[in-house]
């Protein structure tokens, strides 16, 4: 597939500044570019790959002074970051052909209900009582339990586990392997040391627009909703506990964890291998950065938080600055 | 399902306290109490919710001293958490119906021996010389190796994957896309920086009553067995490396991590995103926060662990507390 | 299958001290060791055991110089370590029989290209277009997207979920549920606090004699390929980001964690649960102690690092034993 610079100005609302006419058929960063391809300029650092790109088009922002002439034809647009998204996306729209219809061998209950268009791969199963939307791609070695409901415009990526009871919405993504609505980890411990199993008798419930990544663990509530809520975008192997409540457009990193009953706001970002205890609340568009530990209730919004105990990030970084000092601080002292 | 306060009353050996004719239909949280619904109050945190629940019944403490007039009908007994615990637990006896009978498609091999009402769902397979208890739920899409065996009454849920030689007892569950068996991470380096594989000919040996979460992965033992003891509760995206033992009635949270050929003693509590290094041993009755490390062994039973190196909680607390004091103490001093 | 001592000597190229006809028919660790097997000395907190080991054979280094005679007859070597090691990987060419052929049900697309002496287990799936070299193993359960290409005596175990366009070499082994190709976790904020999701146009390149642990997840690049160079070993948990290059054998322990588009060299030991912040690159032969966050480019080859953020180990451990004597040495300067 290909198209002309002048195409794709067009497309991403560019004006262009060298040859329209040359033409595009992949896509690189900047340090990689080559012949035939486009690429884009966002952050600063890597300013200097402009001049030497061998890119036969870049996308760069309408302000940008040039400190020479760069060989590449330039396409200069408002924020190059989100028209590169933009091209990315149409690209996917232009080139991936969405496959319909049932896979054989595969098992779909007898009274589940199935929406247009739908994909059901090979080795897949839907039980008893589920729902699927309309244009809902779910691929090969997926498990649908019973009584699940999912939305419409879904992509199941294979090896996926969702349990009986599992709500999921409209536009959601969920990756391989992933597995939504396992039993919470309830153990009643009693007087002889041993543990009594406390059935989980809750669901998830996904909002639409959800992403899901490879490996991740959703469990069920014990009773009620492990709720996610509209645009969540959780990333690999994270696990969310029984009860818990991800607020919308929040955004967590791979390998963090989430503890019982706990309520995370909106709009909140957390890095990689957080973890964050149960029964505490977060407050909207908190930050937390990766490898911290939140173990207390955060009311005020819009923090950055840090270590752990998690407290706000520029405390955490003047502490870890001090320890670093501490050596030679007390030798002064001690003199 | 229905039943009267009464009723319910009977069954956990409580009193009733209003209105024992009311009908029950579902469980809530006491702070998301309905009518028709049975709620429970164990933590005073949660005492206000108890004179403003619109549940139809709570179940509380019979020492309770009530501040004022409650809407619901109270079931007063010993432990409101074993109570409802044991209410949860007679409900879910009572609505679910244990299938039986092998799905088609699946493979067993023609070798393995399965005992009375096995299930085994479709796409699942089951290898030369398994051998599969009585009463044993075995979803879709589950892998059995060979020479495999598993006890009674056991569940294993979709996606689960046993290797060879994998021994499990009675009564254990295993959630969704758990990994029983694989390789322990054994690489010999060589002169040339290059690794020589070791073979890991042991396996994992899971004794009675042990549940296992989602995503968790225990390695076999490069000579000898992996060893959970019976009532071991392991969380979701655990690690458990090879050679480990597990010592009986240890619960380990997610995320957490066991290294090679490390002995955990028994009534162990281990949080969430904890680190256990290779060759050491932990006393039983140790409890180790969360996102702790463990590097060396523990000999001391009963003790509380904190931090990375863990050391007892209450030395990693006032560690952290100091921590935070310093720039104030530091510029005292200075000055 | 049984052996006698002069026999296993003679295949680790050892002398023999003691009776070379005695019978050897299993493996032990050296506090395990009963009549009928062999186990080995390398590690010398192990040699009380020696002298007790009810072995039959035991494995030492030549130039040991024992305390008291052992029971054991002794294969005398130069590196008792490697020797075990060797004697392990001949037991396991003798004795594993590999199976070939295809199972049923099974799914392999018409025009996808298979090597000789394929497995393919039952209810496992390889897409369109995509390439199977020889004497590889693929297990029950596992799912291969369109476009893979695989090379020769390869192992997939079961529940491996391999995306589009994945590449992968010779003599790789994956173990189970691992998933290779899934998007990168690219979100670009919007205005109104959405993200926009940018699609991942790259795939994942292994190359030859890589391990990849169960339940561990690699992602594909957004453009271009996240690359495995040759003999890296990959430990269970482990998330590779997008756009992420990890060097010529280096190994990386369970659950740690590589931010997007970051280098790690080659020959690197990453220990357990450690974080790796993205757009950074690590030295050749640098070691990562267990649950450090590497948070910044490390420029010098060779060092050993510590804490997070991560510094040279040997200062990490300072401040660690200085943070231990904090409160005693503040009291005695204000005192």
């Known amino acids: 597939m290909k198209f002309t610079v002048d195409q794709i100005a067009q497309l991403i609302q560019g004006t262009v500044d060298g040859d329209g006419s040359a033409s595009i058929s992949t896509f690189n960063k900047i340090e990689e570019g080559k012949t035939g391809s486009i690429s884009f300029l966002a952050n600063p650092k890597y300013e200097s790959y402009l001049y030497q790109s061998e890119a036969t088009a870049i996308i760069v922002a309408a302000d940008l002074v040039l400190k020479e002439k760069p060989l590449a034809t330039l396409i200069k647009v408002k924020d190059p970051y989100s028209a590169f998204t933009l091209l990315l996306q149409k690209y996917q729209e ?21 929406g247009l268009n739908l994909y059901l791969g090979q080795f897949s199963s839907i039980g008893k009582g589920s729902t699927i939307g309309k244009d809902t791609y779910i691929a090969a070695h997926v498990t649908i339990g019973n009584k699940v409901s999912i939305g419409d415009n879904c992509v199941i990526y294979p090896g996926v586990v ?35 199993t406390i059935p989980q008798l809750g669901n998830v419930v996904i909002e639409d627009g959800v992403s899901i990544g490879a490996n991740a663990t959703i ?49 909140c970002l957390i890095g990689g291998q957080v973890g964050v205890a149960g029964h505490i609340s977060i407050a909207n568009k908190t930050i937390v950065t990766a490898q911290s530990g939140v173990t207390k209730t955060v009311r005020k919004e819009g923090q950055i938080l840090g270590g752990t105990p998690a407290s706000p990030n520029s405390e955490y970084l003047k502490r870890n600055a001090l320890l670093r000092q501490l050596p030679d601080l007390l030798k002064r002292l001690e003199s």
């Open 219 to 267: 469990d069920r509530a014990t009773m009620g909703s492990t709720l996610i809520k509209k645009g969540v975008k959780i990333d690999n192997l994270v696990q969310i506990a029984h009860n818990v409540e991800v607020g919308a457009n929040t955004a967590i990193a791979a390998q963090t964890g989430v503890s019982g009953s706990t309520k995370i706001g909106q709009n």
């Open 162 to 196: 969702i349990y009986n009871d599992t709500v999921i919405g409209n536009n959601c993504t969920i990756h391989a392997n992933a597995v939504i609505g396992s039993d919470g980890f309830g153990f009643a411990p009693q007087a002889d040391g041993t543990f009594s």
């Open 94 to 114: 232009f080139t991936s052909v969405k496959e319909i219809g049932i896979q054989q061998p595969s098992y779909l209950a007898e009274d589940a209900k199935t």
